[in-house]
Structures are given as structure tokens and as C-alpha cells.
């Protein structure tokens, strides 16, 4: 079975932080894609990644980066923290060389951000 | 402004009832996935749709893509206390990868 690991389940930030959230997946799967839920909003793609070190934008990039170096780990980055980027975060992975493949998630992170 | 918006947002019904959830959008899909997500967990697939008007059938569950591939439907029959959680539909726009535009969720409570 596919595991995606997700570091933290929750997460306590300040205003202004710096805030890594990390994501590894085991199944040698080229996509990793990080997600924000909010309610009544559904998921929305803020990053997503086809490769090592290739990074695309997603929905809502703003106020966020990402680091893929290793193809296992992708990692969110939010630069300086603010309180509307207190959500739910969710990596996913897929693989690349078939269709219409499902996204194996994490558990999420539950971030606040006070 | 969401690309799939799903219908309803909240549902909560008997034990034993049927429901519908529905799924719609503007645009055209190459395919439709639908996944399950239960508290403090990550969403889980369902089920995929690629073909205009493909029916498929998960035991109580029935996955629709609807004929234009611009919406899809999922009724559940008899439903059950362990169907509860949030839905969502997933879809995915020719030419774009791997990447599926998720819906805004339909949360539905089965009361025993």
C-alpha cells in the first residue's frame, strides 16, 4: 500500500513564522501535490511537483513555496505566517506514467496560525 | 470561484435512507474521480469515470458521469452509519497531467 507521511497531525504557529510542513511518500511516485481544505471550499491545490526540483503553482500559491529535492519529500513552505493561513493541509502523490490515476493522500496537518 | 460545485453541502439522513450527491461544472472533464474523506484522515478514492454517460456501481453506491462529462451524480441506497464522512468529486481537464480540480465537498451524517 501507498503510505504518504505527513510530519505533523497539528501545528501551533505565530504571526510572521517561518512554517515547514513535510511530506514523504514511499512508492516512488513522480507527483506530490499540497492541498488546503477549508470548509464549503473543497480542496485547493496550492503547489504541485512532476519531478525532482520541478515545482509548478497551483490555485492559491500566494504566501507559499516548495522544495522537492529528493523525489520522496516535498515540502510546503510558508514564508511569514498570517492567521488566514490557518486550514487544514493535505500532500498528496500520484504516479505519472498512467492515466487517471488516483492521489494517495496524507492525514493532514491542522495548522493555526495565532 | 470553485470549477465543481457540489450539491448538497450538508446532508443528514436515517439510517436505511437513499441520497443523492451531486456534481457540477461548466467545463469539460477528460475523467471524474470520486473520493471519501473520514475525520482526521486523508480523502480515499471511490471510484474513476472516463467515459460520457458510464455508470459504475460500488456495492450500495452508484457513480454517474453524466453524458456532456460536465457533471456526475452519486446515489447511495440504504445508507449506512459507516457511509458518513465528507465526499468530494474530482476532476480532470485534458492536457493538464495529472492534476484534478477537487469539488467543494458534500458532508453527509448517516443517524442511526
Known amino acids: 500500500d501507498v503510505k504518504v507521511t505527513q510530519s505533523s497531525r497539528y501545528l501551533v504557529k505565530r504571526t510572521g513564522e517561518k512554517v515547514f510542513l513535510e511530506c514523504v511518500q514511499d512508492m516512488d511516485h513522480e507527483n506530490m501535490f499540497w492541498y488546503r481544505q477549508d470548509p464549503g471550499l473543497g480542496l485547493r491545490l496550492i503547489y504541485f511537483s512532476y519531478d525532482v526540483k520541478m515545482k509548478e503553482k497551483g490555485d492559491i500559491p500566494e504566501g507559499y513555496s516548495v522544495s522537492r529535492e529528493k523525489k520522496e519529500r516535498f515540502s510546503l513552505i510558508l514564508e511569514s505566517a498570517s492567521t488566514n493561513q490557518t486550514s487544514m493541509y493535505l500532500c498528496?502523490?500520484?504516479?505519472?506514467?498512467?492515466?487517471?490515476?488516483?492521489?494517495?493522500f496524507g492525514d493532514g496537518t491542522r495548522l493555526s496560525i495565532l | 470561484t470553485q470549477l465543481l460545485e457540489q450539491s448538497p453541502q450538508f446532508l443528514s439522513i436515517q439510517e436505511g435512507e437513499n441520497l443523492t450527491v451531486y456534481c457540477n461544472s461548466s467545463s469539460v472533464f477528460s475523467s471524474l474521480q470520486w473520493y471519501r474523506q473520514e475525520p482526521g484522515e486523508g480523502p480515499v478514492l471511490l471510484v474513476t469515470?472516463?467515459?460520457?454517460?458510464e455508470v459504475k456501481k460500488l456495492k450500495r453506491l452508484t457513480f454517474q458521469f453524466g453524458d456532456a462529462r460536465k457533471d456526475s451524480s452519486l446515489h447511495i441506497t440504504a445508507a449506512q452509519t459507516g457511509d458518513t464522512g465528507l465526499y468530494l468529486c474530482?476532476?480532470?481537464?485534458?492536457?493538464?497531467?495529472?492534476?484534478?480540480?477537487f469539488g467543494t465537498g458534500t458532508s453527509l451524517t448517516v443517524i442511526p
Open positions: 474530482a476532476g480532470a481537464i485534458w492536457n493538464t497531467g495529472n492534476q484534478f480540480y
Open positions: 498528496a502523490s500520484s504516479p505519472q506514467d498512467r492515466k487517471n490515476q488516483p492521489q494517495h
Open positions: 469515470v472516463v467515459t460520457g454517460g
